[in-house]
Each structure stands twice: as C-alpha cells, then as structure tokens.
Antibody, heavy 126, light 107 residues
C-alpha cells in the first residue's frame, strides 16, 4: 500500500542541525511533488517546504527560508529535509506528504496532501 | 498570507447528530479548499478536496460545500470513530495555510 515513513527526528540544541528522511513505498515516487508539514505540540499545522518531482523547483515557508533545505533522491524513493540553525520554535512533529493534487508536469503550489507519513518529532532545547 | 478561520474551535455532539464546521478565508480562494481529519496521535488524513469532492474511500456521511471565502464541512450522522480534530487548508496562494482546527467530541 501507499506509505511514507519519516525518520531522523530527535533532541538537538539551539543552533544545531538535523536531517530528516522520508521513505516512500507503494507508488511511483518520481511522479509526485512532495512536501514537509509540521505541527508544534498541541498546535495546528504549518506547511514548511515543497519540491517538484525532478527537484528543479523548491519553495519554503518564510519561517524556515535560508535555514532548511528540501531534497529528494528518486532512485532511493526518499525525501529529505536538512534543518540548520535550529530554534526552539522549530520544535514540532514533522510530516512528509505527497501532493496528490498535482496532476500536471508543473505545479507551482502544493494542492492537497495524501497520504501523510506518521511523523517524526524534532525537539530543539538546551 | 491568507488567514483561515475555523469555527467552532471545539464542539460536543451526540452519536447520530449532524455536525457542521465552518472555515472562512481572509480573501477569495475560489474552491481551493481541502478538509483533513486528524485522530489523536495520528497523521492527518485527506477527506475532501476542492471544497466538495470526497476523497476515494471516505464515508459518504462527510461532505463539503462553499466557494469564495465561506466554506462548510458536515458530518451528516456523527459516529464514535469520527472523534478527531478537523482542519481546513487553502491552496489559492502561497504560503498554503491551514485553519486552526475544530476538535469534535462525543457528548
């Protein structure tokens, strides 16, 4: 079945770095745009970043621009999020999600997300 | 950024009740509006896309309506398994944004 599994979360000190991974299975990963979305403890959802199927197009939320980098390896069916200069406000569960609404070869904005992974918790604290 | 305002923030209803959640956008977003269900400790799940289209496999008691700035999400007959937080999400403009969520509980 279609599945996304995140890994790489953990406890990191402010200013530190972490790399999240998302392993995809059950669908042709290289056909789909992907996103990272986060949820601070007890809070709502915040979209973080988006990458095209070929990696040629990436966009970020202003809150992470210049600090986070999204990438993918289609051969490994994997999505990544490199997070640098981490802050306490980056503490959240990070979800990867497939953009199931992008049916053309070019999409400039994420549409709808299906499925989502189970999430990985990132805690930024000294 | 487009602000998405959901109401109520929480509600309590009985099994079999009709439940309606509203989502208001700060500007016209056409029908670029989706609804998700998040059960405790789980990832969100897509229920409705483009305001009124039911995702495959989602029970027909769930429905969505609206366009422009005002949208509604309805559960026609609340079931115990519908206990969750529901979120709306717009994709008319970057950054895409979510509503604050509506927590649905059983009375």
């Amino acid at each position: 079945q279609v599945q996304l599994v995140e890994s790489g979360g953990g406890l990191v000190k402010p200013g530190g770095s972490l790399r999240l991974s998302c392993a995809a299975s059950g669908f042709t990963f290289s056909d789909y745009y992907m996103s990272w979305i986060r949820q601070a403890p007890g809070r709502g959802l915040e979209w973080v970043s988006y990458i095209s199927s070929s990696s040629s197009y990436t966009i970020y939320a202003d809150s992470v621009k210049g600090r986070f980098t999204i990438s993918r390896d289609n051969a490994k069916k994997s999505l990544y999020l490199q997070m640098n200069s981490l802050r306490a406000e980056d503490t959240a569960v990070y979800y990867c999600a497939r953009d199931f609404g992008c049916s053309s070869t070019t999409c400039y904005i994420p549409k709808w997300f299906d499925p989502w992974g189970q999430g990985t918790l990132v805690t930024v604290s000294s | 950024d487009i602000q998405m305002t959901q109401s109520p923030s929480s509600l309590s209803a009985s099994v079999g009740d009709r439940v309606t959640i509203t989502c208001q956008a700060s500007q016209d977003i056409s029908n670029y509006l989706n609804w998700y269900q998040q059960k405790p400790g789980k990832a969100p799940k897509l229920l409705i896309y483009d305001a009124s289209n039911l995702e495959t496999g989602v029970p027909s008691r769930f429905s969505g309506s609206g366009s422009g700035t005002d949208f509604a999400f309805t559960i026609s007959s609340l079931q115990p398994e519908d206990i969750a937080t529901y979120y709306c999400q717009q994709y008319d403009n970057l950054p895409i944004t979510f509503g604050g969520g509506t927590k649905v509980e059983i009375k």
